[in-house]
DNA sequence: ATGCGATATGATGAAGTTATCAATTCATCA
DNA sequence: TGATGAATTGATAACTTCATCATATCGCAT
């Protein structure tokens, strides 16, 4: 790599580690969780009563335990890399740290995400059920590597 | 976690497999000249001559190559990291082979991240130059990671 | 101040990813 | 057919990341 790209466009090393903050599956469901959350305050959806979720700002950490079923320091780890990627930022109020996203932009990047992935897998199931085999490329052997 | 999520829900695993694919900078690097090959188709660009760029559809690999000044073979096992993703297709035509974008939605990920990303950098920015020290969280030593 | 609950950090082995070099395949042309 | 250019695959060492356990910090109540 060129040394020029170094201070003219780490730009590919930035996005390549907000990235990479969201290369796991932990992450994401820690990151949906708090979407979730987000979205549920602008609608108010009652089905939360009380003892499930965040209600002021932001969802604590015992909640996120909970329902990940994760071990305290394990996901507290994730949690420190999601926020040395800047993709949420948690507070400390009184003895909890409630946990948000950092912008309402991460949610969305999720939801493209999630298009996306609605059209590579649709497209997925139907090279399936048609078996139409592409020549594709790689030096074609090795065909149907399907379940990574 | 409940078996019942490895069944219903690997879609976490999935979600996070499709961000591991863009972890990387010269992956990154690889969609956006993707990217950028078919916003040029629409609206037509002349700057690219004919030396430059593909033109019926996509980006064969020598192009890719040149643009990135990667070796061959690295080149080649990023895309191949890509093609496993569904991020990207490759057709052979002839004696090359040339790339472009699996599914357009791609380039709006990309896209999504970038903004996401301006708001990122910016506020880092702001942090930076008013020195306003949040106590955020993290057991509060250590401040300043910056540059990761 | 001491102790406890809630989180975060450190350290370490296991697992996964990246870079590099050698070997292979496919298509073209002499 | 054999040589050559284009791209991919294989193998492997260097590097990262992940999971687990032990330890430390912060805030609150006693």
Redesign the interface.
């Known amino acids: 790599?060129?040394a020029s790209a170094q201070i003219h466009q780490p730009l590919?090393?930035?996005?390549?580690?907000?990235?990479?903050g969201?290369?796991?599956?932990?992450?994401?469901?820690v990151l949906?969780i708090l979407s979730e959350q987000v979205a549920r305050s602008y609608d108010g959806d009652p089905t939360d009563g009380d003892a499930m979720g965040g209600e002021v700002g932001g969802v604590p950490v015992s909640d996120l335990l909970q329902q990940?079923?994760l071990e305290a320091s394990h996901l507290s780890q994730h949690l420190?890399v999601l926020?040395?990627n800047?993709l949420v930022?948690?507070?400390?109020r009184g003895s909890q740290?409630f946990y948000r996203l950092?912008?309402p932009?991460?949610a969305?990047?999720?939801a493209?995400?999630?298009?996306?992935?609605r059209?590579?897998?649709q497209?997925?199931q139907d090279r399936l059920t048609s078996s139409e085999s592409l020549?594709?490329?790689?030096n074609s052997h090795r065909r149907d590597?399907t379940a990574?």
Chains 1, 2 share one sequence.
């Open positions: 790599m060129p590919y090393e930035v996005k390549a580690d907000l990235f990479r969201l290369a796991h599956p932990l992450r994401i469901r949906e990940t079923g420190s926020r040395r800047n930022v948690g507070e400390r740290v950092a912008y932009q991460v969305d990047l999720l493209v995400a999630r298009v996306l992935l059209e590579i897998l497209t997925n020549p594709a490329v790689g590597r990574r």
